[in-house]
């Protein structure tokens, strides 16, 4: 029987982990439910994201903070430029998951030919302290990156939600024609939205960055669980992103803990077929 | 929405990828196939081999690359094979057992090249293998990890740790511990299920309980396992003597990294096949433990062409900004395959792959390694692997003692 500890201890593996499953996902999920693109090439940018954090912070000696604050802004322009080009040539929604296939290869192979395909690793002091609650150990990184994607989501969701522009962006999703009857301009706000998406990438990347070594391969790496996540959470819903990234990485976490770590990878793939068997309408 | 997704298949991707890795790759000014330098005299000889240049395998894809590149440089230097210089057509397999099949294919009947070696690890080896003895051609490997699966009778691994490793060199690292005055009582088992990687986890548990050792725990995971926090906490619970790590490239640093975020380094740590890099480079990675043929210090450096490969990679590789510029294990690799194939051509004066491949049967070759031989079960020798250690940021043989770097020897907790 595991002890409470070790149960403890995965519970917060558990929530970290899916954190960052969702912050992966939040931008994914915004450019799928409200632009209709499949944007894979959503996980090249936050690997892009997360070398451009090793160069920045840990080859120019740049304070991470800094780093932060260059990355985000450029990858905004980043995804306003990509969505400018999706525009132009009308890539369509089955069209966008090739084209965003190919611009991931495409990063990949500029990733490999700027920092090669040797492993890089971001070694930053406080990347592994932890604080001490009771018998369990809170890894403050990780802690940070849950905060800062639970905070992401829950303002994306206000934006959406509340804000004129959240709301045109929902009228331009549900119905394109009649939002612009009433004025709205999908094109300003896909390209708002393709930025703000891709700026999130941008963040992730940096905090894969602190807490993992690097190599460009790993782009792939993450795909299949994070696209279980913004299916299971709802396209265009950060808060349900949140969710399900919480969800999937708990179940894993436990099941490592409790079963055994092989019996870990089938539980986002189940969760994903029965969502997709018993509520289909979520895509 | 759906029928979209559904109607997007593997090998659309695959193919897809292959087709955009080209252009990305052309657009970057890559080149996959590396011709060698200046031809001594007449036609060259073409060498035909694939090496996991982009995809997953790619960092030590590279170290090989390297090592190639510096005794084909070298030879060209000097009289190449036969008097002829030497060309070796290198083209990227992606890491992918299936495109090194069809690349291999390619090299023997479209760019018929004279001679194939070995592409970089298990699964393309195997492709390799399979359509090396299609064509009746000779392949000399050098990274295979499952002997007992080596079928073909013109195959020649250079990587030599024996026929059943997963019994001699799990005893052989207890012995070392045991020759520490520090035996480990308990031990804890944690493996990828990455095929060359299980078997020998599954070995050492064999050997560990023969020995006597308690095992606490034993788990294995998936290849491309993410997150090790659960995985650590059990770890922890555990708190073994001796932890067996069956990682590849990044697993064991990952471990140890979760470890140390619950506040606990384990005792002795074992790896099987980390990253070397980011092993040797990270704080945690201090004292871990692995398996290897090859360091570059004595006696290694005294093997025959050894001072001048360690010394030639090292400029190159420092030139390609790779994070651990030494010649290991991998890149001595690399460089033996050469050395074997030389000397068989030298001894035949013969390209034909079944006089080589008689030859090199017959016959002992001295490289950076050591003696080889190919004489055994499966054309393996000797079981010549030894056991490393991280000391101050660089790894360094262990044991056995006769091979211990000069003034080294194992950190025990």
């Known amino acids: 029987m595991p002890s409470a500890t070790l149960l403890g201890q995965s519970l917060l593996s558990g929530i970290f982990i899916g954190g960052l499953y969702g912050l992966l996902g939040l931008g994914l999920s915004l450019s799928w439910g409200y632009l209709r693109l499949i944007n894979l090439a959503h996980f090249a940018l936050a690997f892009l994201g997360a070398y451009l954090t090793y160069q920045l912070a840990g080859v120019a000696g740049m304070h991470i903070l800094l780093a932060v604050l260059i990355i985000v802004p450029a990858f905004f322009v980043l995804g306003v430029a990509m969505q400018w080009l999706f525009t132009r040539f009308s890539v369509g929604e089955f069209a966008s998951l090739l084209v965003s296939f190919g611009m991931t290869v495409i990063i990949e192979s500029a990733i490999q030919w700027l920092w090669t395909a040797d492993m890089r690793k971001l070694q930053l002091e406080q990347g592994t302290v932890s604080l001490q609650v009771g018998t369990l150990f809170v890894p403050v990184t990780e802690a940070l990156m ?73 782009i792939f790496a993450w795909m299949g669980v994070v696209f279980a996540v913004v299916i299971l959470g709802g396209l265009g819903n950060p808060l349900g992103v949140l969710v399900a990234g919480l969800v999937i990485g708990v179940s894993e976490s436990m099941t490592m803990a409790v079963i055994a770590p092989t019996w870990a990878p089938l539980v986002s793939f189940t969760l994903l077929i029965l969502v997709l068997v018993l509520r289909p309408d979520r895509i | 929405m759906k029928s979209t997704r559904q109607g997007v298949s593997a090998a659309l991707f695959a193919a897809a990828r292959g087709f955009v890795t080209a252009l990305a790759l052309g657009v970057l000014g890559l080149t996959a196939a590396v011709p060698a330098g200046a031809a001594p005299s007449g036609p060259p000889i073409r060498i035909g081999a694939t090496l996991a240049l982009t995809g997953p395998l790619a960092s030590t894809g590279f170290v090989h690359k390297i090592a190639g590149e510096v005794f084909v440089e070298q030879i060209n230097k000097k009289d190449g094979l036969l008097g002829r210089p030497v060309e070796w057509v290198v083209l990227d397999d992606q890491s992918k057992p299936d495109l090194t099949r069809t690349l291999y294919d390619r090299l023997i009947t479209a760019d018929k090249v004279d001679l194939v070696v070995g592409p970089y690890a298990t699964g393309p080896i195997l492709s390799a293998m399979a359509v090396a003895e299609r064509h009746g051609k000779m392949l000399i490997h050098n990274s295979f ?61 064999e050997v560990a309980k023969k020995r006597g050792l308690r095992e606490l ?72 433990l692995s398996l290897t043929l090859f360091e570059p210090h004595p006696p290694f450096s005294r093997f025959p062409e050894a001072e001048e490969f360690i010394k030639l990679y090292r400029e190159r590789a420092v030139k390609a900004n790779l994070a651990y510029p030494e010649a290991d294990m991998q890149a001595a690799l690399q460089y033996a395959t050469w ?14 792959d079944k006089v080589l491949a008689q030859w090199i049967r017959n016959n002992r070759v001295d490289t950076v390694l050591g003696t080889l031989r190919f004489s055994g079960a499966g054309n393996y020798g000797d079981d010549l692997s030894k056991v490393k250690q991280v000391q101050n940021g660089k790894w360094v043989v262990v044991w056995p003692k006769e091979f211990a770097a000069p003034g080294v020897k194992l950190l025990m907790p």
Not at chain 2, 167 to 191: E, R
Not at chain 2, 339 to 352: C, E, G, I, P, Y
């Open chain 1, 146 to 218: 849950f905060a800062v994607a639970a905070a992401l989501s829950v303002a994306t969701w206000a934006w959406l939600r509340f804000t004129y522009v959240g709301k045109a962006m929902r009228a331009s999703a549900e119905n394109p024609e009649i939002a612009a009857a009433f004025g709205v301009d999908h094109r300003r706000l896909a390209l708002l939205l393709s930025g703000v998406a891709a700026a999130y990438a941008g963040v992730a990347g940096t905090f894969v960055a602190v807490i993992y070594t690097l190599s460009p391969a790993q």
């Open chain 2, 145 to 205: 990890g499952i002997p007992k699966l080596a079928k073909y009778d013109m195959q020649f691994p250079i990587y030599s740790f024996g026929m059943e490793p997963e019994q001699t060199f799990p005893n052989t690292l207890l012995d070392a511990l045991a020759a520490s005055g520090k035996a480990p009582g308990t031990v804890a088992i944690v493996t990828s299920k990455f095929p060359s990687v299980h078997f020998l986890s599954v070995g050492a548990r």
């Open chain 2, 217 to 288: 725990l034993y788990l294995e995971f998936e290849f491309g396992n993410r997150d090790f926090g659960a995985i650590a906490a059990r770890v922890r619970d555990a708190d073994p003597d001796f932890l067996w790590i069956g990682s590849v490239g990044l697993e064991g640093n990952m471990l140890l990294e979760a470890l140390k975020k619950l506040n606990y380094s384990p005792k002795i740590h074992f790896h099987l096949y980390p990253a070397p890099a980011p092993l040797a480079l990270a704080p945690e990675g201090q004292n871990a």
């Open chain 2, 339 to 352: 050395q074997v194939l030389r000397a068989a051509v030298t001894a035949t004066k013969s390209l034909d």
